[in-house]
């Protein structure tokens, strides 16, 4: 019998061949070139660091483009905005013969979110020239909208509410609309905006008609009951640019799916700690939580080493837009929020995503784990879940198409390291002139307690990981070690287990000991001990000789059977 205590699980490196610039095939046949883009798009498409385009850019491209009505779904990340932006912008900078004050929108976008209406309208603005954008969502002032529309607009972008209003007072005229994009169409009809949704288009189609606007549905996922949807607005040729199909995953491929169980109560502090190994103090962090008041606890909890930000619907308007530009922009490293950050916000660079329970529902996780790993950057999802949750992790597994990885809460080595990392980068970061004014005090320091150990303890203070606390893989739990009792041949039932454990530790230690459960193929079992009897365990098993051979490892993860 071999036994183990907590340790740090350490993933292989995936060897995956991955499409390069290098590859000159790949490239030529999305280059710029093979597209009717005109200079000027595409010398603002590289002010972006785009090259070329991507794979549901340029598979909608000439459907777009040629006003096709077109149902589009691929994974979260890909670029689904450009898709219909970069087309649509092309063919009015074109046709564009009339700029009138207070000419009709030519081109209206509708989206679930306010934050995903601003997005969309500063995507079509990256691309365009001498085409009036205007964005139009609820919790902002109605004078600027209305003063836009005196001014004239091309493209509208905007919320069902706010420009239901702006119909209803007779402020907006969409009548001459030719191209109508609905984005995250399955959200904003699941969301209750279908009948607002309707009567927003009832100005612009006619039942039968081919003068209808061109049609374009965008989003991640589609249940069947949005094809249904879209029958009534799209004509029966209609094309599917379906990118993801019959394959099981859903997901972003670029996103590794990690599983943490932790009981609620242990959940706060369980985060920081994993912000802390995963994305370190200078990465970037989305958690998502399911409801404001989480949120609020979350983002203000002392134990976060990181800057944390709220963001969620009883915000200001005003104030969430500041927050996201803050995120972006990297004021701050830990965004805290409920589900309107999930959908198209496309923020660079985010190292991590936690979900600190299952969600309700398969589309949402897709979503808000495609806030990580965007635009081929790869990146890390976690969800917490409690053991009793583990039915609801598998449903995301199965139905999602991606399989979870089950790892420990991370442990003191873990945050070691890490917090070893973050402050030499902190280090790099002191001007030399502010280093003279410590070399005294430094000098001194080392010759009283030797430069390796002076280094160690400022390194330690630096990084915060002055205390740390030992944590249970099981259910991290703090104040407790978990321990594996691996065994040579297959364990039929637990009594076996405690019968050596009485041999080997004593009959008073079986008092200390949780949790048990066995390993994966019931090759043994693993268990909670105190952290502070695991010395005592120790010095019982040297004591005498055990009647099965066993070793103590400090870096074995436990892998119990699900």
Same mark, same amino acid.
């Given at each position: 019998?071999?036994?183990?205590?907590?340790?740090?699980?350490?993933?292989?490196?995936?060897?995956?061949?991955? =499409?390069?610039?290098?590859?000159?095939?790949?490239? $030529?046949?999305?280059?710029?070139?093979?597209? +009717?883009? *005109?200079?000027?798009?595409?010398?603002?498409?590289?002010?972006?660091?785009?090259?070329?385009?991507?794979?549901?850019?340029?598979?909608?491209?000439?459907?777009?483009?040629?006003?096709?009505?077109?149902?589009?779904?691929?994974?979260?990340?890909?670029?689904?905005?450009?898709?219909?932006?970069?087309?649509?912008?092309?063919?009015?900078?074109?046709?564009?013969?009339?700029?009138?004050?207070?000419?009709?929108?030519?081109?209206?976008?509708?989206?679930?979110?306010?934050?995903?209406?601003?997005?969309?309208?500063?995507?079509?603005?990256?691309?365009?020239?001498?085409?009036?954008?205007?964005?139009?969502?609820?919790?902002?002032?109605?004078?600027?909208?209305?003063?836009?529309?005196?001014?004239?607009?091309?493209?509208?972008?905007?919320?069902?509410?706010?420009? =239901?209003?702006?119909?209803?007072?007779?402020?907006?005229?969409?009548?001459?609309?030719?191209?109508?994009?609905?984005?995250?169409?399955?959200?904003?009809?699941?969301?209750?905006?279908?009948?607002?949704?309707?009567?927003?288009?009832?100005?612009?189609?006619?039942?039968?008609?081919?003068?209808?606007?061109?049609?374009?549905?965008?989003?991640?996922? $589609?249940?069947?009951?949005?094809?249904?949807?879209?029958?009534?607005?799209?004509?029966?040729?209609?094309?599917?640019?379906?990118?993801?199909?019959?394959?099981?995953?859903?997901?972003?491929?670029?996103?590794?799916?990690?599983?943490?169980?932790?009981?609620?109560?242990?959940?706060?502090?369980?985060?920081?700690?994993?912000?802390?190994?995963?994305?370190?103090?200078?990465?970037?962090?989305?958690?998502?939580?399911?409801?404001?008041?989480?949120?609020?606890?979350?983002?203000?909890?002392?134990?976060?080493?990181?800057?944390?930000?709220?963001?969620?619907?009883?915000?200001?308007?005003?104030?969430?837009?500041?927050?996201?530009?803050?995120? +972006?922009?990297?004021?701050?490293?830990?965004?805290?929020?409920?589900?309107?950050?999930? @959908?198209?916000?496309?923020?660079?660079?985010?190292?991590?995503?936690?979900?600190?329970?299952?969600?309700?529902?398969?589309?949402?996780?897709?979503? @808000?784990?495609?806030?990580?790993?965007?635009?081929? +950057?790869?990146?890390?999802?976690?969800?917490?879940?409690?053991?009793?949750?583990?039915?609801?992790?598998?449903?995301?597994?199965?139905?999602?198409?991606?399989?979870?990885? @089950?790892?420990?809460?991370?442990?003191?080595?873990?945050?070691?390291?890490?917090?070893?990392?973050?402050?030499?980068?902190?280090?790099?970061?002191?001007?030399?002139?502010?280093?003279?004014?410590?070399?005294?005090?430094?000098?001194?320091?080392?010759?009283?307690?030797?430069?390796?150990?002076?280094?160690?303890?400022?390194?330690?203070?630096?990084?915060?990981?002055?205390?740390?606390?030992?944590?249970?893989?099981?259910?991290?739990?703090?104040?407790?070690?978990?321990?594996?009792?691996?065994? *040579?041949?297959?364990?039929?039932?637990?009594?076996?287990?405690?019968?050596?454990?009485?041999?080997?530790?004593?009959?008073?230690?079986?008092?200390?000991?949780?949790?048990?459960?066995?390993?994966?193929?019931?090759?043994?079992?693993?268990?909670?001990?105190?952290?502070?009897?695991?010395?005592?365990?120790?010095?019982?098993?040297?004591?005498?000789?055990?009647?099965?051979?066993?070793?103590?490892?400090?870096?074995?993860?436990?892998?119990?059977?699900?």
């Amino acid at each position: 019998m071999v036994l183990f205590l907590n340790g740090v699980e350490t993933p292989k490196k995936k060897s995956k061949k991955e =499409k390069t610039e290098g590859d000159s095939e790949w490239v $030529c046949w999305w280059a710029f070139s093979n597209f +009717r883009i *005109s200079e000027v798009t595409i010398n603002k498409l590289k002010a972006r660091g785009v090259s070329y385009l991507f794979d549901i850019q340029a598979k909608t491209f000439n459907p777009v483009y040629d006003g096709e009505d077109l149902i589009a779904q691929a994974r979260t990340g890909t670029g689904k905005t450009f898709s219909f932006a970069i087309p649509l912008v092309e063919k009015l900078q074109k046709n564009m013969t009339e700029y009138t004050r207070g000419r009709s929108p030519k081109v209206l976008v509708l989206t679930p979110t306010r934050e995903l209406a601003i997005q969309v309208a500063k995507d079509f603005k990256d691309v365009s020239k001498r085409v009036s954008i205007a964005c139009f969502y609820g919790g902002s002032s109605y004078m600027p909208q209305i003063e836009a529309i005196r001014n004239g607009i091309d493209v509208l972008v905007g919320t069902p509410g706010r420009i =239901k209003d702006h119909l209803q007072n007779n402020k907006l005229d969409l009548s001459k609309v030719k191209h109508v994009v609905l984005d995250e169409v399955d959200q904003m009809l699941d969301m209750g905006f279908a009948e607002q949704v309707e009567e927003i288009l009832g100005s612009s189609y006619h039942k039968d008609s081919d003068s209808n606007p061109q049609t374009l549905l965008f989003s991640a996922t $589609c249940p069947p009951w949005v094809y249904e949807v879209a029958k009534k607005y799209m004509r029966p040729g209609c094309k599917h640019v379906d990118l993801i199909g019959k394959k099981t995953q859903k997901a972003a491929t670029t996103v590794e799916h990690l599983a943490i169980t932790c009981h609620w109560s242990q959940r706060i502090a369980v985060l920081a700690d994993v912000i802390q190994v995963y994305s370190g103090s200078h990465g970037k962090t989305i958690v998502f939580c399911e409801t404001k008041k989480d949120v609020n606890e979350l983002s203000l909890n002392s134990s976060l080493k990181q800057s944390a930000q709220s963001l969620h619907g009883d915000i200001p308007q005003k104030q969430r837009e500041t927050t996201l530009k803050g995120f +972006r922009n990297g004021t701050f490293e830990v965004l805290v929020a409920t589900n309107v950050a999930a @959908r198209g916000l496309d923020i660079p660079e985010v190292d991590l995503v936690i979900q600190c329970s299952p969600p309700k529902d398969v589309e949402s996780y897709i979503h @808000r784990s495609g806030r990580t790993g965007r635009a081929g +950057r790869t990146g890390v999802c976690i969800c917490f879940y409690q053991r009793k949750e583990e039915d609801q992790l598998r449903y995301v597994e199965n139905k999602a198409g991606i399989t979870f990885r @089950r790892v420990g809460v991370p442990t003191a080595n873990d945050i070691i390291k890490s917090s070893s990392k973050d402050a030499v980068r902190f280090l790099d970061s002191v001007p030399a002139a502010a280093i003279d004014y410590f070399r005294v005090s430094a000098e001194k320091l080392i010759a009283e307690r030797g430069a390796v150990d002076a280094l160690a303890a400022a390194l330690a203070h630096i990084s915060g990981a002055t205390s740390l606390e030992q944590r249970s893989l099981l259910n991290s739990d703090a104040g407790y070690t978990t321990v594996q009792l691996v065994c *040579s041949q297959e364990c039929h039932n637990l009594g076996y287990v405690w019968r050596t454990i009485k041999e080997q530790l004593g009959e008073q230690f079986e008092n200390h000991i949780h949790r048990m459960t066995f390993l994966k193929g019931k090759m043994g079992v693993c268990f909670d001990v105190p952290a502070d009897k695991v010395k005592e365990m120790q010095v019982r098993t040297t004591r005498k000789t055990p009647s099965v051979p066993y070793r103590i490892s400090s870096n074995k993860p436990c892998n119990p059977e699900q």
